[in-house]
């Protein structure tokens, strides 16, 4: 066997087995973006649930909620949606409240869960959260989430849905 600890082997690790890679687009954007249909069919959905995606720490979470509205913390990680992606297919919700910071680029990958998680409740709204005190949104980039939502047929909402996630009406 070899020893990678002598000199001349570590010149050739990082071309051999580099400890990072440089990420970038794998494949071109599609024609449109993934459709979303509404509502759950055969399980009986219920009761109203927040979720918030990519949140820095910056951002106190979760906002005050009503007893009737259930957390589903935030998901930053594949696992933590894997988790949430199979309980909402066991139980739905009637009522589902995506939370996004504007402030971030809304991706395929971002956009693909949004519409993943809206299949499995009722009704579904995107909570576009306001910038943090001091700082400004950016008007493109907020645009760009307008556009996106839009196309994928989700309504959003610039202030908190908390009224319609507990009562279901604004």
């Known amino acids: 066997s070899l ?21 970038g687009v794998n494949d071109a954007a599609p024609e449109q973006l993934h459709h979303v ?29 009503p007893a009737s509205v259930k ?8 696992e933590s949606r894997k988790k949430l992606l199979e309980q909402l297919t066991r139980f739905p919700p009637a009522r589902l409240a995506i939370a996004c910071d504007p402030r971030r680029s809304p991706d395929r990958g971002s956009l693909a869960l949004i519409a993943e998680l809206a299949r499995s409740a009722t009704a579904t ?3 576009l959260l306001q910038a943090p005190a001091g700082q400004a949104l950016d008007a493109e980039r907020l645009g760009d989430w307008h556009t996106a939502l839009q196309q994928l047929e ?11 996630l507990e009562t279901g009406h604004d």
Do not use: H
């Not at 957390?71 to 594949?78: Q, V, Y």
């Not at 989700?154 to 319609?164: G, R, V």
């Open 3 to 23: 020893d990678l600890n002598l000199p001349g082997y570590s010149q050739l690790r990082e071309r051999l087995m580099p400890s990072s890679e440089r990420l």
């Open 37 to 65: 249909t509404g509502g759950v069919s055969e399980l009986e959905s219920n009761g109203a649930l927040l979720v918030a995606i990519e949140l820095d720490d910056q951002r106190p979470w979760p906002p005050k909620l």
């Open 71 to 78: 957390d589903a913390g935030i998901l930053d990680s594949r």
């Open 125 to 127: 709204r995107v909570w």
């Open 154 to 164: 989700i309504p959003f909402a610039d202030c908190a849905p908390l009224t319609w």
